[in-house]
């Protein structure tokens, strides 16, 4: 039986080759949850086990329910029906109950709440496969964020009265920021929070471009302070789709059909402040933002497997000049660098992934032990401060504490990269796809078309390319990407890869050098080159994260096709060979762009600025 997640070699071996364990049990917190939830597992083989088995019923369900429906989606769309309600396209309203019967929505959330209580890393995988089957439905699928900003941060009664609905599947919710006149910049929105004499909260204004804005939970960033300008004066609520929230209209848009993107006129609308005021979008929208960039990742991955597919099949069929198109130079070498800048891309999004885990797994281990803490200095009283004996205490929380802090300033370079890298491959890839399909590709015969145009939003919402470099270039010059490019070198490889990691070496010193130069011209300079930056940064993780599956300890043989392309004839092939070859790749075009970008960088050139209006001639006049 087909299955998207079994059928893919790479997720298989990376399943296996992350230490899943260690992640299992900082979310189990050492597998206490056992005692009280007869489902939650009592061990890391258990957890892991579990991980496996949903992800393998999601994969049949996206193989054979969800993908065959995506096409008849992508042509029906979603409907604003007269009274003010949408309908979604029938493949979505369907795929979406299925999801629900799966018991996958809620795949983050604690137990108690009915969720899967799963690292983030496994969710991205799901992600990732259901986006391959459907990249529309995913917009509904993948906005499980909303119930998780709920759980971080809502107060216990706003968490029961929707939680359980969330992971039930009853209810989907929408993340309600954007604005006409506040995009990538937040900070500027208007629409109005208010109080009634009785403490009431009530929202009032317009919305734009959000996805599912249909949905039955709506969490809304809004001014609650009409005095204060900027982030400052902005705070989260929670409200429900009901008479004073409407539609005003879907947006006609070139991709994810499936997805309805509403725009929401909220007149007067009966709502619940989440958290305290004023931290709406300097801590929760940043949140929540945070764990939708890296969906979007895994969204992009999903598209760009699924393009690839469609190339790779065609290349090996379709014959020109008297051999099978695959065999020509130009063909080919798309293909390769297809599948091998996706494989760059998992690669970066899972281990973005395991590091956001561990840094959640170490910001609850800290919060608990100080809590813990606060009890037993409480219990015993003060003179345990004076006795000093609890220093060997102090010294295990104060280890905790860097931790915290290491993995949560490397989850906030990583998201971003992750979420550049892959949405801007996907693009590429998917545009490649219909370049290997020729004039065939550019019909609608054949999804690529499809993928391609699904695969445009990626780079715009959850912000842009261009923000996420903003976010990123500050872990490059402040030298984060630097300790964590030390930190992969530091890991031991196997001796077949040790050109490669001089090579990357050798890159690193470039990157080293081109920030010292960046930085001595000044901010502008940064925001103007940041994106060459980031890109250094980006190819040589990505080289040592291939050197690291190179070296990988999982035996495993993975299919190369046969000469003759049957598909039941396949050879087989050592993972590590495979990867070493990968990374061979990779590493090998990639030393070439790092050596010429970092001598664009140290060009000085600050054209951009000075030359501006000459080279870019006036606004057109119509
Ligand atoms: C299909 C779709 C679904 C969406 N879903 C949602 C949703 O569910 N919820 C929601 O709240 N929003 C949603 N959005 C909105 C989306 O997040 C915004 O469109 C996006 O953040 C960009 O904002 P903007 O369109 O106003 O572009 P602008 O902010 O006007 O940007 C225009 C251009 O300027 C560049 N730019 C702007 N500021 C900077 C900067 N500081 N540095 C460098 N370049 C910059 C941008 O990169 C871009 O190239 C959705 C949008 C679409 C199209």
Redesign the pocket.
Known sequence: MANFYRDNDDIQFLFRHTDLGVLAGLCEEDFKFSSEFDYAPGSADEAIQNYDMVLESLGQLSAGFISPRAEDVDREGNTLNEDGSVSYAKGIQESLEKLAQAEVMGFTLPYRFGGLNFPNLVYSMAIEIVSRADAALM?IFGLQGIAETINAFASEEIKQKYLHDFTAGKVTG?????EPD????LQSVKLRAFEDDKGNWFLHGV???????CGDVLLV?ARSEPDRAGGLGLSLFVCERGPTVHIRRL?D?LG?QG?P?CEIFFDNTPCELIGERQRGLVTYVMSLMNGARIGIAAQSIGIAEAAFRVARDYAAMRYQFGVAIEKLPAVRDMLIDMKTTIEAGRALLYETSRVVDMEIGYAERLECDSRLRGNDIKKRGNDIKKRGNNSGGKEEAKQLKNESRRYKRYAAMLTPMSKYYCSEMCNKVAYDSIQVLGGSGYMRDYACERHARDAR?TT????????Q??AAVRGVCSGTAEKFITELAGQSYEPEVKGLLEKLAEGTEQLKSSVAFVKEQGTEYM?LYGRALVDIAIDLINGYLFCGQASTKVDMEVAVSTKDNSANNNETVCIKKRKAKIARRYITKNAAKITALAELIRTGDKSTFSDYDALIGPVPVE
């Open positions: 917009n929408a993340m309600v920021l954007t506040a995009g990538s910049d919305k734009r471009f959000i996805t599912n804005g960033l947006e848009k994810i997805s993107t939003i715009i919402y959850e912000g842009t390319s261009q923000l470099i903003v925001d």
